[in-house]
């Protein structure tokens, strides 16, 4: 039986990560990397069952640093985006983590990277994000969310031969992690409707 905070853990983060959802994730990855190289699996075990919102903003993130763009590493986090998405679409209490996660190693140079290149970025976003439209952010919603989360990581694979071509899906894709994670639902209705943007894109590469 689902307990009222496995409920919650598919609303967003816990309060602290509400109230400043993209510093909250990065304190939580640092606490948990220490210092060290870390595997992906230890970090997402890390937010417990409270990971889908933060886990779609830290794809986001370092699919929008240079890390994004080396190969296969696009389609490594879209493969990611889909696991959890599908695990948000059938409501299950707990995520489930493959042990090929443990592979993916982050290390502290590209944590301290992504953290550069998002850093000016992180107190201001933090600033403009605050609970509001929850409705947007919860219950079948989600599902929605989830949705889209997969369509656009699928688009990982065709984009990512292109040079910054992740950069629109992923940054998406933030947008949708962040209004999870600070139950925030403009940043959700904004990601969805810029979502329609991708097939645009899709189609002018394949023609």
Not at 94 to 108: D, F, G, N, R, S
């Amino acid at each position: 039986m689902e307990t009222n905070q496995d409920n919650k853990a598919y609303d967003g983060a816990d309060k602290a990560q509400t109230d400043a959802p993209l510093k909250g994730i990065f304190s939580q990855v640092r606490e948990t990397a220490r210092g060290q190289t870390v595997d992906l699996k230890t970090v997402i075990e890390a937010f417990g069952n409270r990971a889908f919102g933060p886990i779609l903003l830290l794809c986001s993130l370092f699919l929008l640093t240079p890390l994004g763009m080396l190969p296969g590493v696009p389609i490594a986090f879209g493969l990611i985006v889909i696991l959890f998405a599908l695990q948000l679409l059938f409501r299950r209490p707990h995520p489930w983590m493959p042990e090929i996660l443990a592979k993916v190693k982050i290390t502290p140079k590209a944590l301290d990277r992504a953290d550069k290149f998002a850093g000016p970025w992180l107190d201001r976003i933090d600033n403009v994000v605050k609970p509001r439209a929850e409705w947007l952010a919860r219950g079948p919603m989600l599902l929605i969310v989830a949705i889209v989360s997969i369509l656009l990581a699928i688009t990982m694979a065709p984009l990512g031969v292109v040079p910054f071509g992740v950069v629109v899906p992923a940054f998406i894709i933030g947008l949708l992690g962040l209004g999870i994670t600070g139950r925030d639902g403009v940043f959700i209705a904004l990601g969805l409707l810029l979502s329609f943007s991708v097939p645009v894109m899709i189609m002018n590469l394949v023609l």
